[in-house]
């Protein structure tokens, strides 16, 4: 089973200002099967990022994804105040999907 | 407009059983994969199962199979999860999704608003 691993635990970041949040995997990932999702609280994830850099529908391109083999990170350009929430990776791998723990982005 | 609307839930004593239903609307849902997460109170998600579009193959996470069955009626556009000897540790949101699967791809693109299952005594 491939583990995913998110750092940090959590991100104190001011509006206006850049996060890079990272998935490392325990072992090497087809970028294919990368994807990021947000979700915030009482809510439902929502699809960020797939093929590790594909924007999903409706996605603003301040989100972007990046990353090959065994890490990979997603970037906010410029934290809005709707982006403070847990973000998690996602890989699939040999019929079993599996998600990061999450990293949290919180308003500092 | 896509809309996946899960029901079932509820309180269930350990060692009982409940069968979770998700109608699917809005897109072709016998062409697509569909899937059930999990997340348990204040804890992060957990992929639980997988169907095919026409339920020829499934997949489980590790710790429910045996336990829990996916299936799906393509007429009705709904998707079900039979779980059976329910743990406390199965207590979690239940969120239904459509999952994107192929040779180039792997990801949930729409997802419930999930219905809660709490195994307690």
């Known amino acids: 089973e491939i583990v995913l691993t998110q750092s940090p635990g959590t991100l104190s970041l001011s509006p206006g200002e850049r996060a890079t949040l990272s998935c490392r995997a325990s072992?090497?990932?087809?970028?294919?099967?990368l994807a990021w999702y947000q979700q915030k609280p009482g809510q439902a994830p929502r699809l960020l990022i797939y093929?590790?850099?594909s924007r999903a529908t409706g996605i603003p391109d301040r989100f972007s994804g990046s990353g090959s083999g065994t890490d990979f990170t997603l970037t906010i350009s410029r934290l809005e105040p709707e982006d403070f929430a847990v973000y998690y990776c996602?890989?699939?791998?040999?019929?079993?999907?599996?998600f990061g723990q999450g990293t949290k982005v919180e308003i500092k | 407009e896509v809309q996946l609307v899960e029901s079932g839930g509820g309180l269930v004593q350990p060692g009982g059983s409940l069968r979770l239903s998700c109608a699917a609307s809005?897109?072709?849902?016998?062409?697509?994969?569909m899937s059930w997460v999990r997340q348990a109170p204040g804890k992060g998600l957990e992929w639980v199962a997988n169907?095919?579009?026409?339920?020829?193959?499934?997949y489980y996470v590790d710790s429910v199979k045996g336990r829990f069955t996916i299936s799906r009626d393509n007429a009705k556009n709904s998707l079900y999860l039979e779980m059976n000897s329910l743990r406390a540790e199965d207590t979690a949101v239940y969120y239904c999704?459509?999952?994107?699967?192929?040779?180039?791809?792997?990801?949930?693109?729409?997802w419930g608003q999930g219905t809660l299952v709490t195994v307690s005594s």
């Open positions: 999704a459509r999952c994107i699967f192929g040779r180039s791809a792997g990801y949930f693109d729409y």
């Open positions: 809005g897109f072709t849902f016998s062409s697509s994969w």
């Open positions: 169907i095919k579009q026409d339920g020829s193959e499934k």
């Open positions: 072992q090497s990932v087809s970028s294919s099967y």
């Open positions: 093929g590790a850099s």
């Open positions: 996602q890989q699939y791998v040999s019929s079993a999907w599996t």
